[in-house]
């Protein structure tokens, strides 16, 4: 069974920055694409960012564009989310997955997700 851990999470000041981490294992061949989502309180759970298996391709949202780093190592076994310049919007449960579709955006084309791991951006 496929499973994916998230950590890096915590409290952190505006301005400041975070590096989240996505421990993946037992992912499928057929996976194309890990991606980070959030959700925040009240909240469809929305798209940030994702990869291509190679790390050739990445896709990010207007929100978080220039601020955000997607990347990946070890052939997807480990995927990072380099977040900087943070403000409070930024505040949810950040959550990574895994698709089998090329570079999507879609939280219900993901099959596989992580527990998830909660930042909190202060003023």
């Known amino acids: 069974q496929a499973q994916l851990v998230e950590s890096g999470g915590g409290l952190v000041q505006a301005g400041g920055s975070l590096r989240l981490s996505c421990a993946a294992s037992?992912?499928?061949?057929?996976?194309?694409?890990m991606g980070w989502f959030r959700q925040a309180p009240g909240k469809e759970r929305e798209f940030v960012a994702a990869i291509s298996r190679t790390g050739g391709n990445t896709g990010y949202s207007d929100s978080v564009k220039g601020r955000f780093t997607i990347s990946i190592s070890n052939a997807m076994n480990t995927g990072f989310l380099q977040m900087s310049s943070l403000k409070p919007e930024d505040t949810a449960v950040y959550y990574c997955?895994?698709?089998?579709?090329?570079?999507?955006?879609?939280?219900?084309?993901?099959?596989?997700w992580g527990q998830g791991t909660q930042v909190t951006v202060s003023s």
């Open positions: 037992r992912l499928p061949f057929s996976t194309f694409t």
């Open positions: 997955g895994a698709s089998s579709r090329w570079l999507s955006r879609v939280a219900t084309e993901y099959g596989y």
